[in-house]
Nanobody, 117 residues
Framework: QVQLVESGGGLVQPGGSLRLSCAAF????????MGWYRQAPGKQRELVAR???????NYADSVKGRFTISRDNAKTTVYLQMHSLKPEDTAVYYC???????????WGQGTQVTVSS
């Protein structure tokens, strides 16, 4: 069982920056692919970015060049650094972990990001 605790959301003006953090508890962090997803009102949840245990990353086209995902295995934490935020980035952001051993998957409770002037 893995518990994921997100933090760092909030209200930011267009063009601003935020950093989300997700602390993982309860299992071997290094065997999990860690990801950030988001869900805007009336829309399906979508992948934002993922980072593998070895550090390989992939991003949604809409955030490439603006967002950076990273992980600190020693701190069992994954980060999402967001720059040049746009109103369309407004959503609840969810942390996700998926085991490379058995595909067990866990979700955080979500953190609201609002981009508005």
């Amino acid at each position: 069982q893995v518990q994921l605790v997100e933090s760092g959301g909030g209200l930011v003006q267009p063009g601003g920056s935020l950093r989300l953090s997700c602390a993982a508890f309860g299992s071997i962090f290094s065997i999990y692919v860690m990801g950030w997803y988001r869900q805007a009102p009336g829309k399906q949840r979508e992948l934002v970015a993922r980072v593998s245990p070895g550090g390989g990353t992939n991003y949604a086209d809409s955030v490439k060049g603006r967002f950076t995902i990273s992980r600190d295995n020693a701190k069992t934490t994954v980060y999402l650094q967001m720059h040049s935020l746009k109103p369309e980035d407004t959503a609840v952001y969810y942390c996700n972990s998926q085991s490379v051993r058995n595909n067990a998957e866990y979700w955080g409770q979500g953190t609201q990001v609002t981009v508005s002037s």
